[in-house]
């Protein structure tokens, strides 16, 4: 069975994969979607190489939208299960 950790990265890489791929798709650069994003590019590129353990919801909202990615996934892949949960199912 593999570690909280482990499974936790994995998302992290996936999530990364996810962002990056779509960029590439829509043929933009590290550079064009921080300016699009209001994200410095260098963050961009660490959330791309799963180097950044704690991503910032509102960046994923922001990528989320400029790349039409599924938030939900995006969401839950960082590791934001409750907030997914709050966005589904709100605060009954």
């Known amino acids: 069975m593999k570690s909280l950790n482990s499974i936790a990265e994995q998302n992290l890489i996936r999530l990364g ?6 960029r590439i798709e829509n043929n933009m650069s590290l550079r064009s979607l921080a300016v699009l994003s209001n994200i ?12 950044i353990i704690n991503i910032n919801p509102n960046n994923l909202v922001r990528l ?3 790349l ?3 938030l ?8 934001y299960f409750e907030l ?3 966005l ?5």
């Open 17 to 22: 994969k996810y962002i990056k791929d779509a």
């Open 40 to 51: 410095n590019y260098r963050t961009i590129h660490k959330i791309e190489r799963a180097e």
């Open 64 to 66: 989320s939208s400029i």
């Open 68 to 70: 039409k990615l599924d």
């Open 72 to 79: 939900v996934r995006m969401l839950t892949l960082a590791g």
């Open 84 to 86: 997914v949960f709050r």
């Open 88 to 92: 589904r199912y709100g605060d009954k």
